[in-house]
């Protein structure tokens, strides 16, 4: 087991030949959901998955899982994946990474002639970006129960065509149910998106969840009046609230390292005119963090120190939480194969939480699931310019092919 490896070359060739299908001009990929690329996309991954003697099956979500038998095939699978649809100026490795890494893994297993107690399953979500049809991860999400299938296939794009007539068109509507059924572990291996890997000079990044959010809007109202003959003293001045709490979200964040983020990153000042005094602004406030104990406390800070500001000031104020996302916990185990995976394999690593969603979020509330991270380079991703190392990509698969053959146990 110590000596298998996967081929770094075979998978980077891969990726390469993926990245042909909607191929921009600054070196990125536009292939948007259920489009003809998306189609076409599909269509290489599933011609590599029959070559790799897998089975195929599609749900009613569009939702791909190529399937490698195990010796006890009623066991309930091992399962990898990720997404093959990209932004609209989007890279080479977001979700085509952790779909390709599993198809290498399976390559890697028939190579080496390795049987499997449990079979093993590598899954393409369907539109994991959100970029056609919002929500994103809408069809891990009905996977998982969180959306009902209804709601998912009535996903509208621009144009008002909608997932469930985009399917049929392209051929992937399939007939399987989307979710129910048993799954051992997850495993979703992803570029970390972010820059911490490569400042930390990390390989691998075990990914212990995400962070959980809430988001707020905030009107303040205070009164216009003209800024020369107002004295200071007799002001109501909204933007001045405002600004006193974008700085405690700021303190807020400060407060609560390592992990927390709280951003304040639109606000409108009305009328904002360089001679009046504000007298309406509205802004947003962006919370983050793993712990949902500290979240609710950094809600409880905010809420309190924005009311005071308020009622001193006496101005009046609108509060709202506009959504609220639970943090995801990884599955112990899980977490704990990828540890080990990486160790086995001789490559740095540290623990890590997600700062973007992902298909691995949802899976979660069904399935044991840990997730994967390597460096990619400045952590720009959602870019054209997005770039990975060849050799990290193989690191990431092999601790994946570790990770895989520790759940799904060698015959
Ligand atoms: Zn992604």
């Not at 091992?78 to 649809?85: A, E, P, R």
């Not at 107690?117 to 049809?133: C, D, K, M, Q, Y």
Request: charged share 25%; glycine share 10%.
């Amino acid at each position: 087991m110590q000596n298998m490896n996967v081929k770094g070359d075979r998978l980077w060739e891969s990726l390469m030949e993926m990245a042909k299908i909607g191929a921009t001009e600054k070196g990125g990929c536009c292939r948007l959901a259920l489009t003809d690329l998306d189609k076409e996309g599909r269509d290489l991954f599933s011609s590599w998955c029959n070559d790799a003697g897998c089975t195929i099956k599609v749900d009613k979500m569009g939702n791909i899982f190529a399937r490698r038998a195990g010796t006890r095939d009623d066991l309930p699978p091992v399962m990898t994946g990720s997404h093959l649809d990209t932004q609209p100026t989007g890279g080479k490795y977001d979700g085509v990474f952790g779909v390709l890494a599993g198809l290498e893994v399976l390559r890697t297993l028939n190579d080496f002639d390795v049987k499997t107690e449990h079979p093993i399953e590598v899954a393409v979500w369907t539109n994991e970006e959100g970029s056609r049809f919002a929500p994103a991860m809408v069809a891990s999400g009905v996977f998982a129960g969180v959306f009902d299938l209804e709601y998912g296939l009535s996903r509208a794009d621009l144009d008002g065509k909608t997932m469930g007539e985009e399917l049929k068109r392209i051929g992937y509507a399939g007939t399987e149910e989307v979710g129910g059924r048993e799954i051992k572990a997850f495993f979703e291996a992803h570029i970390e998106q972010g820059p911490i890997l490569e400042h930390e000079e990390k390989t691998i990044g075990v990914v212990m969840g995400a962070q959980g959010q809430r988001w707020y809007e905030i009107t303040i109202t205070g009164q216009e009046a003209h800024a020369g003959p107002t004295p200071m003293a007799r002001r109501k001045d909204a933007l001045v609230a405002a600004s006193k709490i974008v700085c405690e979200v700021n303190r807020i964040g400060l407060d609560n390292q390592p992990f927390a983020c709280a951003t304040v990153g639109l606000i409108q000042s009305s009328p904002n005119s360089r001679n009046t005094i504000p007298g309406e602004v509205f802004f947003t406030v962006d919370f983050r963090h793993p712990k949902d104990e500290i979240l609710s406390k950094m809600d409880a800070e905010l809420r309190a120190f924005a009311e005071k500001t308020a009622k001193d000031g006496g101005y009046e104020m609108k509060f709202e939480e506009i959504w609220y996302s639970p943090p995801v916990e990884f599955d112990k185990d899980c977490v704990n194969a990828v540890r080990k995976g990486s160790e086995i394999a001789g490559y740095s690593h540290m623990d890590i939480i997600s700062g973007a969603g992902h298909d691995a979020c949802y899976v979660s509330r069904v399935a044991p699931t840990g997730m994967i991270f390597v460096p990619c380079e400045n952590g720009i991703s959602h870019n054209e310019e997005e770039e990975a190392t060849p050799e990290d990509l193989a690191a990431g698969c092999n601790v994946l092919l570790h990770a895989i053959v520790e759940r799904a146990n060698i015959v």
